[in-house]
């Protein structure tokens, strides 16, 4: 069973920073596709970014383009979003997920192509 815990969420102004972080445990990190997704009150779920088992490659979502950064430590077991000039619109639960699938699908952002899912962590941006 993988457990994924995530941490870094609070409360920041318009145009700060945050940085999520996701540490894994229970299968082998290196071989999963891990991903973030948000989910804002009243909102469906919405992919934010995807990062491939080695690190190579990423994806992600339109409005966070050129504004968050995905990473990821295998070493440690542990993915980060670097989260910069950030919006009220970003306002959401955050969610990182892991996918040992090795699907496309979910580097490009498919929902269920995910295996595993974190408990979310709080992000609140106020203008």
């Known amino acids: 069973q993988v457990q994924l815990v995530e941490s870094g969420g609070g409360l920041v102004q318009a145009g700060g920073s945050l940085r999520l972080s996701c540490a894994a445990s229970?299968?082998?990190?290196?071989?999963?596709?891990m991903g973030w997704f948000r989910q804002a009150a009243g909102k469906e779920r919405e992919f934010v970014a995807a990062?491939?088992?080695?690190?190579?490659?990423?994806y992600f979502a339109d409005s966070v383009k050129g504004r968050f950064t995905i990473s990821r430590d295998n070493t440690k077991n542990t993915m980060f979003l670097q989260m910069n000039s950030l919006k009220p619109e970003d306002t959401a639960v955050y969610y990182c997920?892991?996918?040992?699938?090795?699907?496309?699908?979910?580097?490009?952002?498919?929902?269920?192509?995910?295996?595993?899912w974190g408990q979310g962590t709080q992000v609140t941006v106020s203008s």
């Open positions: 997920a892991a996918d040992y699938g090795s699907s496309i699908l979910a580097l490009m952002g498919e929902a269920n192509e995910y295996d595993y």
């Open positions: 990062i491939s088992s080695s690190g190579a490659n990423t």
């Open positions: 229970g299968r082998t990190f290196s071989n999963a596709v």
